[in-house]
């Protein structure tokens, strides 16, 4: 590609900038995606990056998964341990060649999968690399569906609670994953009970603990990028219909879970955790918008903003139905009085307090894109609004004027039975003498 000037001669240095925005730029962005539509394994952005405490949200803590945290110092100690997990994986030294093998078969193609250079990472170093994260990461997923420790003969101590929360942190973040296609080559060769780690993992955010989700229909039937994909597509549920009415309607000028309850939309606890389970309905007099109730602690904050971020970073090809759930759940928070109204309604369960809980909404949904499912039930709450005008206004009446009529309802109240007495006074009194 030529340019020219105003004076009709060719500008070097333009040419230049277009030649290097052609090779460089453009085959940037479409190494973003891979052939069949499916996002590559990407590094988080500067500016999602910019959250505080970003590092505690998606940098490893104990353990690398891949190529882009590989080697990192603070992490190197679990190096060896993989190489005992991958023995134990594998049964014996004389079935590890056939393991090796067949990740060695689908290297190539999982190296593909990652947008960041990696030609500083020769192909058998790159084979190794997958082969024995992939072996640690089943036989992790083994360990804690079967809720047992390492065997005794790695020589490393039992692995604490603590620790165990550490990896499971780790193996969930945007940053720390391997092609699936990897773990369905070491698959293919020993059963592994991924639905059982699954359930273990979604758990998490669910208050019921004792009542496990029950998978939903085709649930099975996924094929994920990734495990933190999977991991997200379990716990997200199924979505209802992405339509959604672009007709032009009046804005809803609701910005919190206070003001719903203002003009008569209550909140109730969805029946399960799903972050999907979100919809609102109408009853004769008032309106009720649901919600799953979700725990908050800091192992479910992080994954919760891992799975945004995953979803963000697919750009077109995302659903974005966690990143619904974010935002609808950040519009409901306008002071932490909003946070204490959906804890009492058994909406969130979070460790931190209202403000932090607050403050942790507000900060990452400032970069999370809106999602159909978010759209709806937007449009939905707007509907509701508009559509009963006289039934919002009589609610909001009463909502706002209730201790006022709460006091002369009990005025009337203490009069009742005075008058009851003085009319009792008068029907027992004698007839007057004419």
């Known amino acids: 590609m030529e340019s020219k000037g105003n004076n009709g001669y060719r500008d070097p240095h333009l040419d ?46 104990i353990v690398a998964i891949g190529p882009i945290h590989h080697g990192n110092d603070n992490l190197k100690d679990m190096e060896e341990i993989k190489k005992m997990a991958a023995m134990e994986f594998c049964c014996s030294s004389l079935k590890f060649s056939s393991f090796y093998h067949s990740v060695r078969k689908v290297a190539a193609h999982a190296r593909a999968c990652y947008a960041h250079d990696l030609s500083g990472v020769g192909d058998d170093e790159f084979t190794d690399m997958m082969f024995y994260d992939g072996c640690f990461l089943l036989q992790f997923m083994t360990m804690v569906a079967q809720d047992r420790g390492p065997p005794a003969h790695w020589k490393v101590p039992r692995l604490s609670e603590n620790m165990v929360r550490r990896i499971s942190r780790d193996v969930l973040l945007v940053e720390n994953q391997i092609p699936w296609v990897v773990l369905e080559s070491l698959i293919s060769l020993k059963h592994v009970h991924v639905d059982r780690y699954i359930a ?94 979700v725990f908050l602690g800091e192992l479910t904050m992080c994954w919760l903003t891992n799975m945004a971020a995953f979803e963000m970073l697919q750009g077109g090809t995302s659903d974005y139905g966690v990143s619904s759930y974010v935002q609808v759940m950040a519009v409901l928070m306008n002071c932490a009085d909003d946070v204490r109204e959906l804890r009492t309604k058994r909406i969130l369960y979070p460790v931190l307090s209202d403000q932090q809980t607050l403050d942790f909404f507000k900060s990452i949904c400032r970069y999370l894109p809106y999602g159909q499912q978010y759209k709806r039930v937007l449009q939905q709450l707007s509907d509701y609004h508009h559509h009963r005008p006289v039934r919002v206004t009589l609610h909001k009446f009463v909502y706002t004027n209730f201790k006022y009529i709460l006091t002369a309802g009990s005025a009337f109240g203490f009069l009742i039975p005075i008058l009851k007495a003085i009319l009792s006074l008068k029907q027992s009194a004698p007839p007057h003498a004419f």
């Open 200 to 293: 273990a993992a979604i758990s998490d955010f669910d208050v019921q603990w004792a009542k496990p989700q029950v998978d939903f229909e085709g649930a099975d039937k996924y094929q994920p990028f990734h495990l933190l994909d999977l991991v997200r597509h379990r716990q997200l549920g199924p979505l209802a219909s992405q339509e959604v009415d672009e007709a032009p309607r009046p804005m809803l000028n609701i910005c919190s879970a206070m003001e719903l309850a203002e003009v008569g939309i209550q909140l109730t606890a969805s029946k399960t955790a799903r972050f999907a389970d979100i919809g609102v309905g109408k009853s004769l007099l008032m309106g009720k918008l649901w919600l799953p109730p």
């Open 16 to 61: 230049k900038v277009l030649t290097t925005m052609n090779s460089t730029t453009i085959e940037k962005l479409n190494r973003n995606f891979i052939g069949d539509g499916k996002p590559l394994i990407q590094k988080v952005p500067a500016f999602l990056r910019s959250i505080e405490k970003a590092d505690r949200l998606f940098d490893p803590d």
